[in-house]
């Protein structure tokens, strides 16, 4: 069968070095010793593409290069690789040299000792190639191979077996489209605020204030408001009908939080992000509808990923953050403007877990949380 053509960019220096390195009998000059199947000097004297185009000729089959014409090839070479390929002829009587292709590092070869370089026979050659290579796990580090050292004599450091997860702060919830009305509009405003960003109005503008504006929980809309994360927050919340104000108050103040993070997840927003809300493994693993966001415990969240269910009135009728004062003393005018924030007290009250808690009747929509909640005594 015919050899593949070589691509004209890619020199024959660069491959027998390249196969010097993966044979173990030559070590490339300048080249440490590694247990991949390939030398990294092709990484730092080959430019990306002729790196590809080496790749191409090497991945798809095993092919070889006659003697004859090697050695053809090799006169065209400086005297030095000239003569260490005639070294290499002497000791190994192949009748041809065989490249294997370039391994991934899940199969990275690991070279075996022997007894001896020479190969007195073509039998002894076929088992010398064919025992080149056997699997072996990449290093983990390199701090103890030294580039002097043989490379059938090394130590294999087993690669240390790591959970691989995603970033919090990037780990987006898992939303899918459904008809339900708050899901609709919460997906629908995570579109609007992405494209008012894009377009360039000031990310201030669509965040609101740094802490979070209530007015439109004791107002409707007007002409003029923004189409901020705040006046939504509170508009979806406004709807509910059966809840405690206060806590209609501080869903509010935490939602905004969120949506602001899904908006534009940074490690930033998410750190403002509270408790309670922090989305959890399912939300991020499982498909679920975008109004599961706005249930503010992470047990019945999880609990409506597996098995999605109409909660919004059991939770609006059940709900209490616990706020023993008056609902005046939940806000305060912020700064010198027109509008309501809540009030630090409010504030600390709010994103303390232990101050959330739910009827027994919720139970009867969420059966398989019971117990897992705290309930109001």
Same mark, same amino acid.
């Given at each position: 069968?015919?050899?593949?053509?070589?691509?004209?960019?890619?020199?024959?220096?660069?491959?027998?070095?390249?196969?010097?390195?993966?044979?173990?009998?030559?070590?490339?000059?300048?080249?440490?010793?590694?247990?991949?199947?390939?030398?990294?000097?092709?990484?730092?004297?080959?430019?990306?593409?002729?790196?590809?185009?080496?790749?191409?000729?090497?991945?798809?089959?095993?092919?070889?290069?006659?003697?004859?014409?090697?050695?053809?090839?090799?006169?065209?070479?400086?005297?030095?690789?000239?003569?260490?390929?005639?070294?290499?002829?002497?000791?190994?009587?192949?009748?041809?040299?065989?490249?294997?292709?370039?391994?991934?590092?899940?199969?990275?070869?690991?070279?075996?000792?022997?007894?001896?370089?020479?190969?007195?026979?073509?039998?002894?050659?076929? =088992?010398?190639?064919?025992?080149?290579?056997?699997?072996?796990?990449?290093?983990?580090?390199?701090?103890?191979?030294?580039?002097?050292?043989?490379?059938?004599?090394?130590?294999?450091?087993?690669?240390?077996?790591?959970?691989?997860?995603?970033?919090p702060h990037v780990s987006?919830?898992?939303?899918?489209?459904?008809?339900?009305?708050?899901?609709?509009?919460?997906?629908?405003?995570?579109?609007?605020?992405?494209?008012?960003?894009?377009?360039?109005?000031?990310?201030?503008?669509?965040?609101?204030?740094?802490?979070?504006?209530?007015?439109?929980?004791?107002?409707?809309?007007?002409?003029?408001?923004?189409?901020?994360?705040?006046?939504?927050?509170?508009?979806?919340?406004?709807?509910?009908?059966?809840?405690?104000?206060? #806590?209609?108050?501080?869903?509010?103040?935490?939602?905004?939080?969120?949506?602001?993070?899904?908006?534009?997840?940074?490690?930033?927003?998410?750190?403002?992000?509270?408790?309670?809300?922090?989305?959890?493994?399912?939300?991020t693993t499982i498909p679920?509808? #975008?109004?599961?966001?706005?249930?503010?415990?992470?047990?019945?969240?999880?609990?409506?990923?597996?098995?999605?269910?109409?909660?919004?009135?059991?939770?609006?009728?059940?709900?209490?953050?616990?706020?023993?004062?008056?609902?005046?003393?939940?806000?305060?005018?912020?700064?010198?403007?027109?509008?309501?924030?809540?009030?630090?007290?409010?504030?600390?009250?709010?994103?303390?877990?232990?101050?959330?808690?739910?009827?027994?009747?919720?139970?009867? =929509?969420?059966?398989?949380?019971?117990?897992?909640?705290?309930?109001?005594?």
């Amino acid at each position: 069968m015919e050899n593949p053509p070589l691509k004209p960019d890619v020199g024959l220096e660069h491959i027998l070095q390249w196969l010097r390195g993966v044979s173990g009998h030559i070590k490339p000059e300048g080249s440490p010793d590694l247990d991949f199947g390939y030398s990294p000097i092709l990484g730092t004297q080959l430019g990306e593409k002729s790196l590809a185009l080496l790749s191409s000729n090497l991945r798809p089959a095993i092919f070889t290069i006659p003697l004859d014409k090697t050695d053809s090839l090799l006169r065209a070479n400086d005297s030095k690789d000239s003569a260490n390929f005639q070294s290499q002829k002497r000791k190994r009587s192949l009748s041809s040299i065989t490249i294997p292709p370039r391994l991934a590092p899940s199969a990275a070869p690991q070279y075996k000792p022997s007894s001896s370089n020479h190969v007195s026979s073509s039998e002894d050659a076929a =088992t010398s190639r064919s025992s080149s290579f056997t699997s072996a796990p990449v290093h983990s580090t390199y701090a103890q191979c030294s580039p002097d050292m043989d490379p059938g004599s090394r130590p294999v450091f087993p690669l240390a077996p790591s959970p691989l997860r995603l970033a919090p702060h990037v780990s987006l919830p898992l939303i899918e489209l459904d008809n339900d009305p708050m899901a609709c509009a919460i997906v629908s405003y995570l579109d609007l605020a992405r494209s008012m960003i894009s377009q360039g109005t000031p990310i201030l503008e669509v965040f609101g204030p740094e802490r979070p504006i209530v007015d439109l929980l004791f107002r409707s809309r007007k002409e003029n408001d923004a189409h901020s994360v705040c006046h939504f927050a509170c508009e979806l919340i406004s709807g509910l009908e059966g809840m405690d104000f206060a #806590a209609k108050l501080g869903l509010a103040f935490m939602f905004v939080h969120l949506i602001r993070w899904i908006i534009l997840c940074s490690t930033a927003n998410y750190a403002r992000i509270p408790e309670l809300y922090r989305p959890t493994a399912a939300q991020t693993t499982i498909p679920h509808s #975008a109004a599961v966001e706005f249930c503010p415990f992470r047990q019945l969240r999880d609990a409506l990923c597996r098995q999605h269910r109409e909660f919004l009135p059991a939770l609006a009728s059940n709900i209490s953050c616990n706020w023993p004062y008056r609902v005046d003393t939940c806000v305060q005018p912020h700064d010198d403007s027109p509008h309501l924030v809540l009030t630090d007290s409010f504030c600390r009250h709010i994103q303390d877990p232990e101050n959330w808690t739910v009827r027994d009747d919720i139970f009867d =929509t969420f059966p398989e949380c019971k117990g897992l909640i705290k309930t109001t005594l």
